[in-house]
């Protein structure tokens, strides 16, 4: 670790204005930017960082990213090596207008853009959709033979990109297995002073709240028979990525929608989502991207899923003389955490006065640390991490772990697998598999728990 790192504030980004392109081609071919100062002036300093092989972390409308040239093997490094990260684990790189992203993919003599990436790219970019594209210049398998590029729609990271001139590598800004940053502090606690991170460029709260959804849509074919597959659910729904794919196929022609490389399908009816519930907790799915192995946005705390009545039906695995009630559970998990004698602090995200959250809440003779997600699956995808991290609280591990800040345990009330809700549930999954201490946990199907750290709440 050297200095403390500078963060510069850039929360007038909505003073950046860019004008499409006249060009007869796209509206993104190359757009026009107007940037302000002082903003200029905080983008002047990012873009020295990253033409000096050095990294910036900025704000994008989905997380945080840590940038450095994707043009820079040094600078690349750098991101791995701050943010401990697999070495196997590709970035996404990001583009500020389709002329970047051709000088990006081979030579048009020998690839052209099929017509579903093209809708795909009209229909949601900027924004939070990554798309694979032939690399130009591949490695021997079995390196990946594609990159994952995105353009971001937050004004600072395209007016970044724009300014330097560069396509920027970026993964979430998070040290490895750590919630994704969705403000600028969240990134300070996590990676100031490290060493080759130029600046922080604070563009305030991230507006989607989730990372970008990751598709293939390489095995489409024209006339149909091909797939669009979901690599990794995230701020774009799966629903939106489907309609555009029908509407390019018209009438006859059927692409496979992909989840994972297996077929999805539409989640009619919101409230019973057991089955794609089910299929999420599959074991050993073989991974479509690189990062599916990793565990992810893990607090330092353990993470319960709570699954109430309302959205999830019960089990037939659980046993009929389970008590499900909201007061039986909550002292199942006190117990679970409990430390040195002490009553633990619960915290709960929850939806919006929900009927478990008014449950849960009624439990008096525990302490209970709250923080709403809103109404909406998309206010939950916004407020998810940043509610884990609130509530893991930063001062609780310090080395000796003794203060009193933060809860020991935080419980996820769990949502339908509808719209951004399969995004929310996949990262509220991954964090109840990692994390925290007491893996393995005395949580099991005998005391009615769905998994292990997730449990079917009665909130009738
Ligand atoms: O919203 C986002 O996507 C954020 C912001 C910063 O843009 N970035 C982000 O990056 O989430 P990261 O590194 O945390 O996740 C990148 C994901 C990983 O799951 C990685 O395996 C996958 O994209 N990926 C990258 N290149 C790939 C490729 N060529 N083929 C398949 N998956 C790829
Ligand atoms: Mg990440």
Redesign the pocket.
Known sequence: MSAQTPVLPCLEHSSITITPSLSPSHPLRHPAFTIPNPLLAHLEIASQHLHSSRTVAFA?E??????ASALDPDAIKKIYLIKN?PAD????I?VSSLDMLQRLLPSSDVYEISKIQLALITAFWPG?L?L?FP?PNPSQPPA?Q???I?M?AHLL?LALIHHSNLPLS????NFSGRP?PTQARHVYNDLNGAEGLGCILDGGDCG?G???T?V?ALGWKAGGGGSVDI??P??LGVEEIARVVQEVDGRGDVTEIQMHGKPWRRNVEASSSRATHLSRTEPNLAP?????KYRHYSPRIPVYLLQPSNTFPRSSEIPSKTDSTPRAVLRKISADVQRNGRNPTLGLLHYEDSPLSRRVLDVSDLSIESISLGPTAESAAQRLFSGMLSLEGSAKYPANGSSSMGVDAILMEGCSDEGLGLAVMERIDKAVGGGGFGEGANAGLAQGVDSERRYWVDVS
Do not use: F, K
């Open positions: 994008t989905t997380v945080y990213g840590l940038g990260r684990n590709p970035l996404i990001h939070p990554t694979l690399s990946l594609t990159n994952a995105r971001p990271a970026a993964p979430s800004a994704s989607v989730v990372e970008s990751v293939n690599l990794r995230g701020g479509a991207t690189p990062g599916l």
